[in-house]
């Protein structure tokens, strides 16, 4: 498919939506969000879920962006120390997903702080 079709995006859906977790899965154009809600002292799902989604991707001939690779923990769980996912990842306190940013905290700032600057450059939202 070429890149920047027009059917390019509801392709990539297409072969994509045989990847199914037991925790939450968020598809959009060529990207794959997994999250999970963890209660605290309780175990983390996300290493197998990883692992599920390294196996898929090697069944569908797929290569794992590494740099784009990202894990965000939010709320008080951040403070507590956590194991390292098998996965090539940098472990972030601020990511920008669809277009909005999320905090480790949950907070406003950094959304309006990279309004504030997109809107001096005037490019807006």
Not at 69 to 85: A, F
Not at 93 to 114: E, M, P, Q, Y
Request: hydrophobic share 40%; proline share 4%; aromatic share 4%.
């Amino acid at each position: 498919m070429p890149q920047g079709s027009l059917l390019g995006h509801l392709v990539f859906i297409i072969l994509v939506d045989d990847l199914r977790l037991e925790l939450l899965t968020h598809k959009s154009v060529d990207d794959t969000t997994v999250s999970e809600i963890k209660v605290k002292d309780s175990a983390s799902v996300m290493q197998p879920a990883v692992a599920v989604v390294i196996e898929w991707s090697k069944l569908n001939f797929m290569n794992i962006n590494c740099k784009k690779t990202k894990e965000l923990i939010i709320g008080p769980l951040c403070k507590e120390p956590v194991s390292p996912l098998s996965i090539m990842c940098e472990h972030v306190t601020v990511f920008k997903l669809l277009g909005i940013t999320v905090n480790s905290s949950l907070n406003w700032d950094d959304l309006l702080t990279t309004s504030r600057k997109e809107q001096q450059r005037g490019s807006g939202f």
